[in-house]
Structure formats: C-alpha cells, structure tokens
C-alpha cells in the first residue's frame, strides 16, 4: 500500500533506443497467411523480428508500445516466453497467456498487418510474397515526450 491506498508498483525506464526502428504495416495477400507466416517465424531469431498479426481494432496503437515493454523484459533478463517476438505479441494481445495471446493476435484473413523489427525484413515479405501494402504504420517517439517510460505489471488472466 502506497499512502493508504492499494497502488500498484510502478517501474520507471529510460527509453530504449530504438536502431534501427521497427516498422509496421497493413498488408492483402492474395494467397492467404500460412506462407507469410511461416517466413515471418523464420526470420524471427535473436533481435530480429516479424511478427503477422489480425489487424483487429486498435492492435496498430499497441505495437510500439508492446515492443517496447518486450525490449525491457530482454534487458532484464525477464521474458516470459522464449522468443523476443512472442513477448510482444504477449504483450500486443493484452494477455500474458501465451495460447490465449496467440488465438487474439494471429492473422487470420488475407489482411494483416506486418510488425518487423526492421524496414529491411518487412520489404524482404512484401517483395518475396508480392504483398501488396494498404498502409504504413509510423512508429517513433517523441524523445522530449517520451524519454522515460512507466511499466504496470500486466495480471495474468487467471487473476481477471
């Protein structure tokens, strides 16, 4: 309890620097997800990311944030999951679940947005699946605005 009231902890974080930035975009492939999927898995190793997500109401607005507590949880050491893609898809999905963020997240349409952890693995899908881009998503923050950051702990969903 935080001067009698039941607050929870709050962690400060400097901003991570973000090089080279993450890039997003909404996508149509006329062939479906599964091989776009496949790939995005595939060149998912270490830092490098790509994520395809169901681009259902909002998730855009979660990206750079998600990626954000991700790029934390590497730097101490804390992720949930084995893979630095799958925490932020944890964390794009609301859940801490990993099945649960999995069925929220996945694409399922021949729409879906693209979340890399560079510009270069993003155009590298969209040219070898010939995707054809619906829009871009700008994904920067504002250093005077955003210099340090604040962490809630998510609760699992066993505790909602």
Request: charged share 30%; net charge positive; no cysteine.
């Amino acid at each position: 309890m935080v001067n009698g009231t039941n607050a929870k902890k709050i962690i400060m974080y400097e901003t991570p620097k973000l090089s080279p930035a993450p890039a997003a975009a909404l996508a149509r492939s006329d062939s479906g997800t599964e091989e776009v999927i496949a790939e995005a898995r595939r060149l998912s190793r270490g830092k490098d990311f790509a994520l395809i997500l169901n681009p259902s109401s909002g998730i855009e607005d979660r990206l750079l944030p998600s990626y954000i507590n991700a790029a934390i949880r590497r730097s101490d050491n804390s992720l949930r999951s084995r893979s630095f893609a799958l925490e932020i898809m944890l964390f794009v999905s609301g859940t801490m679940n990993i099945g649960n963020a999995i069925e929220r997240a996945s694409a399922r349409g021949s729409e879906f947005i693209i979340f890399s952890s560079s510009p270069r693995i993003l155009e590298a899908l969209v040219s070898r699946f010939k995707l054809k881009i619906v829009r871009r998503y700008k994904l920067k923050l504002h250093p005077e605005k955003s210099s340090r950051i604040a962490i809630i702990p998510i609760r699992d969903d066993k505790q909602r």
